[in-house]
């Protein structure tokens, strides 16, 4: 079953390739860095690493628009000298400074894995497992659901995780010193943005109203 399975992933590479690697003007002659000016995407998403969750098909780019880094449950770690949590930072330090994006989304969805694991303490595993640690960035983003939804169901309470831990994600964004500063030099935004795959709507965050609405199209 593996052996076919990577199979037609391999027919999807063809597909791939014909799409954009054909043609007089392919589009990867412009996008790498011999033939053409190489990548220079605007925004950068940060995404969960769930499989129903992929920014580039929800939002049909083509190769080159993004710059995405994913991981459980599309969370940023706070600022830290160290680089404790290094692979996150390093990504959005790339985008930010390197590449110098211009747009930062954190793109949580509902039914995320990694918040219920976070909210339920729910976790397949050791007690100190990678999972564990690593979903205890948004422990404060609980502890805000469950003090605002206390007696909730479990559902509920997951689902407000999820929208909480976007909001903490993006209060972390502005603890690097980098991305302080491409906010008030160039411009820098940060966006909030909530897939839910149930209903196939999107959420955006309302910084000012410190509350999720429908983006309506």
């Keep these: 079953m ?12 063809k597909k791939f390739r014909e799409k954009y690697f054909a043609g007089e003007h392919p589009l990867y002659g412009r996008l790498n860095n011999v033939t053409g000016p190489g990548q ?8 969960c690493s769930d499989s129903r969750v992929d920014p580039a098909i929800i939002t049909s780019a083509s190769p080159g628009e993004l710059f995405i880094v994913r991981n459980v449950a599309n969370l940023v770690p706070p600022y830290e000298k160290g680089g404790r949590f290094h692979g996150v930072s390093s990504a959005i330090e790339f985008a930010v400074v390197n590449l110098k994006v211009e747009n930062v989304i954190v793109l949580g969805h509902r039914q995320c894995g990694g918040i219920r694991a976070l909210m339920l303490n ?3 595993g050791p007690s100190e497992s990678f999972v564990n640690r690593w979903v205890s960035i948004a422990q404060d983003a609980k502890e805000r659901v469950l003090a605002a939804h206390a007696g909730e169901d479990e559902e509920s309470l997951c689902r407000h995780g999820e ?14 010193p980098f991305v302080k500063a491409a906010i008030e030099e160039r411009g820098l935004a940060l966006m909030g943005i909530y897939f839910d795959l149930e209903l ?14 429908s983006i309506e199209f």
Excluded: Q, Y
């Design 200 to 213: 196939g709507h999107l959420l955006e965050f309302d910084d000012e109203a410190r509350n999720f609405r």
């Design 122 to 124: 729910d976790v397949k």
């Design 2 to 13: 593996g052996k076919i399975e990577i199979l037609r992933l391999m027919a999807g590479f």
């Design 40 to 47: 220079a995407p605007k925004t950068l998403i940060i995404g």
């Design 163 to 176: 929208l909480e831990a976007i909001v903490t994600s993006l209060n972390n964004l502005k603890t690097f």
